[in-house]
């Protein structure tokens, strides 16, 4: 018995002993991960998750949509455009002229509705594509800027809403609309309607990601299209894009076809390379210099513009002194007919941002010359969105010079070569994960190409408003007399959200001498402040 006691004491010792040595031996089995938190729970959480935490994914198909809308005010603006990109003209356009508050849409970023495509196909292979289109959250019409051209054609130049040439035209895929192949070795390669390489560079490198209302670029897309504003985008394109050894890359572009395939010119070719350096070691001034080089050529580069009315005091008659405004579109013709510049245009960009810690310091430089094209097309072409440049009328014909204009396509404006050059700097800073900030200059210059028997010079020119009100101005006689313009801005951002942000900024905006000709106003001191939602 005493026997069958001990061994049973020593087996309940030799157990103890055991779970304690098993409590100190490392677990095999790992409590599971908590469950990712439902990013469509709520409203709440789904604003707090941003596209790659919460994607509106359904097979290889990600939809998605900026919406942005702001109030602005303008010390000299032009009334807003249910058609135009941008709206309102943020920096100074022919058109402004007086101070007015405009709601403002798109000041950051423009409002499209989207769908990107990714489907796997094998050995790293995929089928990618992606289809965009660009609206005003204010008419919900599909921006189409030669729209807002035909909808001021005629019209005196204080009567006009903003209006510009545009390289969005109304297509359903204005924005993008292209399908490829990539490869995380070999690249991605894409055919169809896409961006100019220097178009998504300017939007890389801008400290104010080329936003409408603060930046000169986004004000005006001529900068991304190598001085004509059709040349932001091409219809029908090749794109190529591929990183390599980690930190360089290239890239480059070819359009297919011309007018007919709804191009603004009949060849455009672009190249580019960079690289992504990183600097300083392990010291406080450790960051990342990133640079990119892009050359660029287009042949017969489309810009449109309209007809400008008159209005004037009648001197004699029954309405003696009262004011009438005329069109100034020729007889015979309609507003559906616009004019068009042609020239083959040559593009040099070199840009450069180093990021350090919270902040990013960025600039550049673009070189643009303008030249006579290759081929003056008497007979007319369709432009781009389907509008008509009609055929010039021989002068040969009896009274061509008073019944029809004698030459609706210029092609001799750049007899003596337009040199353009874009210098451009800036900064942003996050201040915490929720608030940034951000300012820029921008300026441009050119050269006096004025090719015409009338020297360049100042001359006063009277404008008559619709009330029968007079004002002159003193400006250079030609916009083809060296000039320049600049601008300068300001913008913070607040983002409690992720998908959710407010901003409020500032652009100044002026044009001198030769870019001034014409202007009634030479100054836009444009305030704006608004609301992004991205879904």
Not at 124 to 151: H, I, K, M
Not at 441 to 461: E, I, K, M, R, V
Request: proline share 6%.
């Amino acid at each position: 018995m005493k026997n069958r006691t001990l061994i049973f004491a020593i087996g309940v010792a030799l157990a103890i002993a055991s779970s304690a040595n098993a409590a100190d031996l490392p677990t095999t089995k790992e409590e599971a991960p908590p469950p990712a938190p439902n990013c469509f729970s709520s409203l709440w959480a789904y604003l707090n998750s941003n596209a790659a935490e919460c994607p509106l994914t359904w097979g290889p198909f990600t939809f998605y949509a900026t919406l942005d809308l702001g109030l602005g005010y303008e010390s000299n603006g032009a009334p807003w455009s249910p058609w135009h990109a941008n709206g309102v003209a943020n920096f100074i356009s022919k058109e402004s002229y007086g101070p007015r508050w405009l709601w403002t849409p798109n000041g950051i970023n423009q409002s499209v509705v989207g769908v990107a495509m990714k489907q796997p196909i094998a050995d790293g292979w995929s089928l990618v594509g992606t289809l965009e289109t660009a609206f005003d959250p204010l008419s919900y019409n599909v921006a189409n800027g030669q729209r807002s051209l035909v909808q001021n054609n005629g019209q005196a130049l204080l009567l006009q809403s903003y209006n510009n040439d545009s390289n969005r035209s109304g297509q359903f895929d204005n924005s993008q609309g292209f399908i490829g192949l990539s490869n995380p070795s070999y690249g991605t390669l894409v055919g169809g309607r896409v961006n100019s390489l220097p178009l998504d560079a300017l939007i890389s490198y801008d400290p104010m990601g080329s936003a409408y209302a603060f930046s000169a670029f986004g004000a005006s897309s001529s900068y991304a299209g190598i001085g004509d504003s059709e040349l932001g985008r091409s219809n029908t394109a090749l794109k190529y894009r591929l990183q390599f050894l980690d930190d360089f890359r290239v890239a480059g572009l070819a359009q297919i076809g011309g007018y007919n395939q709804g191009n603004g010119s009949t060849g455009l070719y672009e190249g580019q390379i960079g690289g992504d350096f990183h600097l300083f070691g392990a010291t406080p001034f450790a960051g990342v210099l990133s640079v990119d080089a892009i050359g660029a050529y287009a042949q017969n580069a489309v810009a449109l513009s309209t007809f400008t009315g008159t209005c004037a005091t009648i001197a004699k008659g029954p309405f003696k002194g009262q004011t009438a405004c005329t069109s100034g579109i020729p007889m015979f013709y309609g507003s559906d007919d616009l004019k068009a510049t042609l020239s083959n245009n040559t593009g040099v960009f070199l840009l450069g941002k180093y990021r350090w810690r919270a902040f990013t310091l960025s600039g550049g430089w673009e070189y643009i010359r303008q030249a006579d094209p290759s081929d003056t097309f008497p007979n007319g072409f369709r432009t781009i969105g389907g509008f008509n440049v009609p055929g010039t009328i021989p002068s040969t014909v009896p009274d061509a010079s008073k019944l029809w204009p004698t030459q609706w396509i210029n092609y001799t404006a750049y007899e003596r070569n337009r040199i353009a050059n874009t210098f451009f700097i800036g900064g942003k800073y996050q201040i915490n994960p929720e608030l940034s900030a951000a300012a820029a200059y921008y300026y441009l210059g050119q050269n006096d190409y004025n090719s015409s028997s009338t020297p360049c010079g100042w001359a006063n020119t009277t404008f008559t408003q619709p009330n029968g009100n007079k004002f002159v101005v003193s400006r250079i006689n030609s916009s083809a007399c060296a000039g320049s313009e600049d601008a300068i801005s300001f913008r913070i951002d607040y983002q409690p959200v992720k998908r959710v942000d407010f901003y409020a900024g500032v652009m100044i905006s002026n044009v001198y001498a030769g870019l001034a000709s014409g202007y009634p106003a030479r100054q836009d001191i444009a305030p704006t402040a608004g609301l992004r939602v991205k879904f």
